[in-house]
């Protein structure tokens, strides 16, 4: 069970520690915070598969993504991930550059580097309408950062994984 008496069906290990996720399950899904809390309590190991690279196109799966990660991190979980890409690379934001001839291109890069206001339109959709750039270029690297510690091997000796 879930928040607002909501049921998630999970692929739970046999000892009942363990539990498998697709993303889009997780992010596709309308799931929140208190969603999240519910799985961090209920499992200390969490294992998701098909992590795909997140643009500002998919800003919604993006935030929830990142709630999640925070509260996995929230509730010391160990975490496993199959994604697309490094923590680091897994979210991207478009800014748009010129190129040689004078023509405007859009251009994927890093949400670590600088962002500028350029970048701060996603379908036509003003960021500053789904946050300011700075706070989703802080939560992204904070994410990351999570990502990258609940997958490590020494958070999985912590909580006595592994050996």
Known sequence: ???????????????????????DELCKAELGASDYRAIAQQFNTIVINHIPQLTLKEHDQA????????????????????????????????????????????VETDVGETLGIDAAQSNGVAVRELASVQELS?????????????????????????D
Request: hydrophobic share 50%.
């Open 1 to 23: 069970d879930v928040a607002f008496n909501r049921v998630l069906k999970v692929m739970a290990h046999p000892n009942g520690d363990l539990v498998k996720f697709h993303f």
């Open 63 to 106: 935030r929830r993504f990142i709630t999640l990660v925070d509260e996995l991190y929230e509730a010391n979980c160990a975490l496993m991930c199959c994604a697309v890409a490094h923590p680091d690379k897994l979210f991207v934001a478009k800014r748009l550059v010129d190129n040689a001839e004078g023509v405007v291109d859009s």
């Open 138 to 162: 802080f939560a992204f690297r904070r994410a990351a950062s999570r990502l990258r510690e609940m997958s490590s091997i020494i958070q999985w000796q912590k909580l006595k994984i592994i």
